[in-house]
Protein backbone atom coordinates (compact mmCIF):
# COMPACT_ATOMS: atom_id res chain seq x y z
CA UNK A 1 0.00 0.00 0.00
CA UNK A 2 0.84 3.29 -0.91
CA UNK A 3 1.57 6.05 1.69
CA UNK A 4 -0.97 8.59 2.45
CA UNK A 5 -0.59 11.71 0.70
CA UNK A 6 -1.76 15.21 1.44
CA UNK A 7 -3.13 16.70 -1.87
CA UNK A 8 -0.44 18.99 -3.63
CA UNK A 9 2.49 17.12 -2.76
CA UNK A 10 3.02 16.23 -5.98
CA UNK A 11 5.42 18.99 -6.59
CA UNK A 12 7.79 17.22 -4.10
CA UNK A 13 7.11 13.60 -5.25
CA UNK A 14 5.54 11.38 -7.72
CA UNK A 15 1.83 12.11 -8.74
CA UNK A 16 -0.34 8.64 -7.74
CA UNK A 17 -2.50 7.83 -10.07
CA UNK A 18 -5.12 5.18 -10.11
CA UNK A 19 -6.33 3.54 -13.10
CA UNK A 20 -9.61 1.29 -13.08
CA UNK A 21 -9.54 -0.32 -16.44
CA UNK A 22 -10.97 -4.11 -17.13
CA UNK A 23 -9.35 -4.49 -20.37
CA UNK A 24 -6.22 -4.96 -19.55
CA UNK A 25 -4.18 -4.20 -23.00
CA UNK A 26 -5.36 -0.55 -22.40
CA UNK A 27 -4.70 -0.59 -18.84
CA UNK A 28 -0.79 -1.43 -19.51
CA UNK A 29 -0.71 0.99 -22.30
CA UNK A 30 -2.04 3.46 -19.67
CA UNK A 31 0.23 2.31 -17.24
CA UNK A 32 3.33 2.38 -19.62
CA UNK A 33 2.73 5.80 -20.95
CA UNK A 34 2.16 7.49 -17.57
CA UNK A 35 4.82 5.96 -16.13
CA UNK A 36 7.15 6.93 -18.55
CA UNK A 37 6.10 10.44 -17.88
CA UNK A 38 6.65 10.60 -14.11
CA UNK A 39 3.62 8.97 -12.11
CA UNK A 40 3.16 6.26 -9.94
CA UNK A 41 0.62 3.88 -11.34
CA UNK A 42 -1.64 1.49 -9.41
CA UNK A 43 -4.10 -0.21 -11.52
CA UNK A 44 -7.38 -2.17 -11.07
CA UNK A 45 -9.77 -4.16 -13.10
CA UNK A 46 -13.15 -4.06 -11.29
CA UNK A 47 -15.04 -1.18 -9.31
CA UNK A 48 -14.71 -3.08 -6.44
CA UNK A 49 -11.57 -3.24 -5.49
CA UNK A 50 -11.04 0.22 -6.85
CA UNK A 51 -13.47 1.55 -4.40
CA UNK A 52 -11.56 -0.69 -1.29
CA UNK A 53 -8.14 1.27 -2.81
CA UNK A 54 -9.71 4.79 -2.62
CA UNK A 55 -11.32 4.10 1.03
CA UNK A 56 -7.10 3.14 2.01
CA UNK A 57 -5.24 5.88 0.50
CA UNK A 58 -5.75 9.49 -1.34
CA UNK A 59 -5.13 9.59 -4.91
CA UNK A 60 -3.67 12.53 -6.65
CA UNK A 61 -5.86 11.59 -9.87
CA UNK A 62 -8.14 8.59 -10.98
CA UNK A 63 -8.39 7.62 -14.04
CA UNK A 64 -12.25 5.75 -14.18
CA UNK A 65 -13.39 3.52 -17.19
CA UNK A 66 -17.30 3.82 -17.02
CA UNK A 67 -18.10 -0.11 -18.54
CA UNK A 68 -16.06 -2.27 -15.52
CA UNK A 69 -17.44 -5.18 -13.82
CA UNK A 70 -18.66 -5.44 -10.12
CA UNK A 71 -19.58 -2.24 -9.80
CA UNK A 72 -19.76 0.34 -12.50
CA UNK A 73 -17.67 3.57 -13.12
CA UNK A 74 -20.55 5.72 -12.62
CA UNK A 75 -21.59 4.43 -9.46
CA UNK A 76 -17.63 4.21 -8.50
CA UNK A 77 -17.69 8.26 -9.07
CA UNK A 78 -21.06 8.48 -6.86
CA UNK A 79 -19.37 6.83 -4.23
CA UNK A 80 -16.26 8.88 -4.40
CA UNK A 81 -17.91 11.89 -4.31
CA UNK A 82 -20.07 11.90 -1.60
CA UNK A 83 -17.05 12.69 0.45
CA UNK A 84 -14.52 13.86 -1.49
CA UNK A 85 -15.08 16.48 -4.28
CA UNK A 86 -11.53 17.54 -4.87
CA UNK A 87 -9.83 14.70 -6.38
CA UNK A 88 -9.94 14.86 -9.79
CA UNK A 89 -11.56 11.55 -11.77
CA UNK A 90 -11.15 11.69 -15.46
CA UNK A 91 -13.59 9.06 -17.29
CA UNK A 92 -12.84 6.76 -20.07
CA UNK A 93 -15.96 6.47 -21.92
CA UNK A 94 -17.26 4.47 -25.29
CA UNK A 95 -17.57 7.17 -28.73
CA UNK A 96 -20.85 6.86 -28.67
CA UNK A 97 -21.82 6.89 -24.59
CA UNK A 98 -23.29 10.35 -24.66
CA UNK A 99 -25.76 8.99 -21.61
CA UNK A 100 -22.70 8.27 -19.83
CA UNK A 101 -20.78 11.37 -19.91
CA UNK A 102 -24.03 13.34 -19.28
CA UNK A 103 -24.11 11.98 -16.01
CA UNK A 104 -20.94 11.32 -15.21
CA UNK A 105 -20.27 14.93 -15.96
CA UNK A 106 -23.50 15.62 -13.85
CA UNK A 107 -22.01 13.67 -10.94
CA UNK A 108 -18.88 15.58 -10.53
CA UNK A 109 -16.39 14.11 -12.77
CA UNK A 110 -13.71 16.60 -14.04
CA UNK A 111 -13.45 15.47 -17.27
CA UNK A 112 -14.21 12.75 -19.80
CA UNK A 113 -11.79 10.96 -23.10
CA UNK A 114 -13.66 9.10 -25.64
CA UNK A 115 -11.96 5.69 -26.79
CA UNK A 116 -10.65 5.15 -28.92
CA UNK A 117 -8.14 8.08 -27.64
CA UNK A 118 -4.71 9.42 -29.03
CA UNK A 119 -2.30 9.23 -26.17
CA UNK A 120 -1.07 11.95 -26.30
CA UNK A 121 -4.68 13.77 -25.72
CA UNK A 122 -5.44 11.66 -22.51
CA UNK A 123 -1.63 12.68 -21.35
CA UNK A 124 -2.74 16.61 -22.23
CA UNK A 125 -5.78 15.72 -19.98
CA UNK A 126 -4.32 14.75 -17.09
CA UNK A 127 -1.56 17.33 -16.80
CA UNK A 128 -4.36 19.89 -16.73
CA UNK A 129 -6.52 18.14 -14.45
CA UNK A 130 -3.70 17.71 -11.68
CA UNK A 131 -2.58 21.95 -12.38
CA UNK A 132 -6.32 22.66 -11.65
CA UNK A 133 -6.00 20.51 -8.45
CA UNK A 134 -2.49 21.70 -7.49
CA UNK A 135 -3.92 25.79 -7.63
CA UNK A 136 -7.14 24.88 -6.21
CA UNK A 137 -5.48 23.16 -3.42
CA UNK A 138 -2.82 25.90 -3.07
CA UNK A 139 -5.23 28.65 -3.13
CA UNK A 140 -7.51 26.37 0.07
CA UNK A 141 -4.43 25.78 2.04
CA UNK A 142 -3.00 29.78 2.24
CA UNK A 143 -5.38 30.76 4.59
CA UNK A 144 -6.57 29.01 8.01
CA UNK A 145 -10.23 30.57 9.37
CA UNK A 146 -12.22 30.13 11.96
CA UNK A 147 -15.50 32.89 12.12
CA UNK A 148 -14.14 36.21 11.49
CA UNK A 149 -10.39 35.32 11.98
CA UNK A 150 -8.01 33.79 9.13
CA UNK A 151 -4.59 33.56 9.07
CA UNK A 152 -1.60 32.88 6.56
CA UNK A 153 1.34 31.17 7.06
CA UNK A 154 2.65 32.10 3.74
CA UNK A 155 2.52 35.87 4.26
CA UNK A 156 2.76 36.00 7.69
CA UNK A 157 -0.56 37.61 8.63
CA UNK A 158 -3.63 37.67 10.65
CA UNK A 159 -6.93 39.16 9.98
CA UNK A 160 -9.84 39.43 12.41
CA UNK A 161 -13.11 41.00 11.35
CA UNK A 162 -11.20 42.62 8.64
CA UNK A 163 -8.57 43.83 10.77
CA UNK A 164 -5.01 43.23 10.73
CA UNK A 165 -3.21 41.89 13.74
CA UNK A 166 0.22 42.51 14.91
CA UNK A 167 1.70 38.89 16.21
CA UNK A 168 5.12 38.27 17.91
CA UNK A 169 6.88 35.34 15.91
CA UNK A 170 5.75 32.87 19.07
CA UNK A 171 1.79 34.67 19.08
CA UNK A 172 1.96 33.64 15.82
CA UNK A 173 2.85 30.11 16.14
CA UNK A 174 0.59 29.27 18.66
CA UNK A 175 -2.46 30.87 17.33
CA UNK A 176 -1.49 28.77 13.88
CA UNK A 177 -1.58 25.45 15.92
CA UNK A 178 -4.87 26.48 17.55
CA UNK A 179 -6.14 27.64 13.73
CA UNK A 180 -5.08 23.77 12.91
CA UNK A 181 -6.50 22.04 15.55
CA UNK A 182 -9.69 24.25 15.83
CA UNK A 183 -12.45 22.53 17.83
CA UNK A 184 -9.87 19.95 19.80
CA UNK A 185 -9.34 20.80 23.34
CA UNK A 186 -5.33 20.85 23.71
CA UNK A 187 -3.30 20.64 27.11
CA UNK A 188 -0.41 22.69 27.87
CA UNK A 189 2.15 19.83 27.28
CA UNK A 190 0.72 19.53 23.53
CA UNK A 191 1.09 23.14 23.19
CA UNK A 192 4.37 23.58 24.29
CA UNK A 193 5.97 20.54 22.15
CA UNK A 194 3.91 22.01 19.22
CA UNK A 195 5.02 25.57 19.81
CA UNK A 196 8.44 25.86 21.83
CA UNK A 197 9.56 22.82 20.73
CA UNK A 198 10.63 19.31 23.12
CA UNK A 199 13.33 20.65 24.68
CA UNK A 200 11.70 23.14 25.84
CA UNK A 201 12.41 22.78 29.92
CA UNK A 202 10.69 26.01 31.44
CA UNK A 203 7.69 26.44 33.34
CA UNK A 204 4.69 25.57 31.77
CA UNK A 205 2.91 29.09 32.61
CA UNK A 206 4.47 30.00 29.53
CA UNK A 207 1.24 28.49 27.95
CA UNK A 208 -1.19 31.01 30.12
CA UNK A 209 1.06 33.69 29.68
CA UNK A 210 0.93 33.89 25.71
CA UNK A 211 -3.07 32.91 25.48
CA UNK A 212 -3.13 35.86 27.69
CA UNK A 213 -1.45 37.78 25.00
CA UNK A 214 -3.36 36.34 21.84
CA UNK A 215 -6.46 37.06 23.76
CA UNK A 216 -5.82 40.61 24.61
CA UNK A 217 -4.66 41.32 20.87
CA UNK A 218 -6.95 39.23 19.01
CA UNK A 219 -10.12 37.96 20.89
CA UNK A 220 -10.94 40.80 23.35
CA UNK A 221 -11.48 43.33 21.17
CA UNK A 222 -13.87 41.25 18.77
CA UNK A 223 -16.48 39.22 18.82
CA UNK A 224 -16.94 36.03 19.28
CA UNK A 225 -14.60 35.10 22.02
CA UNK A 226 -12.69 31.64 19.97
CA UNK A 227 -10.23 30.91 22.52
CA UNK A 228 -11.65 29.25 25.41
CA UNK A 229 -10.33 27.40 28.59
CA UNK A 230 -11.62 24.07 29.59
CA UNK A 231 -10.70 23.96 33.48
CA UNK A 232 -8.13 21.13 34.02
CA UNK A 233 -7.49 20.30 30.59
CA UNK A 234 -6.34 23.03 28.58
CA UNK A 235 -7.60 25.18 25.52
CA UNK A 236 -9.56 24.78 22.63
CA UNK A 237 -10.27 27.66 19.78
CA UNK A 238 -13.23 27.68 18.36
CA UNK A 239 -16.87 29.30 17.42
CA UNK A 240 -19.29 29.28 20.01
CA UNK A 241 -22.22 31.01 18.22
Given at each position: MHKQRRKGDFLLSKPEVLIVE??????????LELEFEGYN????????????LIREQSWDLILLDVMIPGVSGIEVLRRIRVNDNNTPVLLLTAKDSVED??????????????KPFQIEELLARVRAALRRQLKEDLNN?????AA????????????????????????????AYLLKNQRQVINREQILDAVWGYD????????????RYLRNKMDKPFEP?????????????????
Open positions: DEEKIARVLQITKVFDGLEALNKVSGLDLGANDYITEEWIQNLKLNERTYEVFRDGTLIDLTPKEFSLLYYGDTNVVDVYILLIQTVRGVGYVLRDPR
